[in-house]
């Protein structure tokens, strides 16, 4: 009897290790989809689309908090983290650039209302 009870006490505590594990090789390949959908659609990519990949990320990182990785599956977690940051602010940049350049495309205008309603002030 007790060899039976150890036996399945093993194949618990066996069966629980596995789990972890393929949580946190689930969760890093999940991250690496997100990743690899920056980089092959995030010029394309709405607000929409950014706010659900934005939420999907959130909802992993939470998975992420309750697992126990390797050193190995550490540092690619790292990696593709730090990938996925770099991925998001380029992009951000670019969408700061394109504002700013509709910017100082329509200043000459923005300019010349400001003049306009000062002088309109003055009359």
């Given at each position: 009897?007790?060899?039976?009870?150890?036996?399945?006490?093993?194949?618990?505590?066996?069966?629980?290790?596995?789990?972890?594990?393929?949580?946190?090789?689930?969760?890093?390949s999940k991250l690496q989809a997100i990743s690899e959908q920056i980089?092959?659609?995030?010029?394309t990519m709405t607000d929409e689309d950014w706010n659900k990949l934005?939420?999907?990320?959130?909802?992993?990182?939470?998975?992420?908090e309750t697992c126990t990785f390797t050193d190995e599956q550490e540092?690619?977690?790292?990696?593709?983290?730090?990938?996925?940051?770099?991925?998001?602010?380029?992009?951000?940049?670019?969408?700061?650039?394109?504002?700013?350049?509709?910017?100082?495309?329509?200043?000459?205008?923005?300019?010349?209302?400001?003049?306009?309603?000062?002088?309109?002030?003055?009359?």
């Open positions: 009897m007790k060899k039976i009870t150890l036996l399945i006490l093993t194949g618990i505590l066996f069966s629980a290790i596995t789990s972890c594990q393929s949580k946190e090789e689930s969760v890093i980089e092959e659609k995030g010029d934005e939420k999907k990320h959130d909802e992993l990182m939470k998975i992420v540092e690619q977690l790292y990696k593709i983290e730090s990938k996925i940051a770099t991925q998001s602010i380029k992009q951000k940049g670019k969408d700061i650039g394109k504002s700013i350049k509709n910017l100082l495309k329509n200043s000459k205008g923005i300019v010349e209302g400001i003049k306009e309603g000062l002088m309109d002030d003055e009359e």
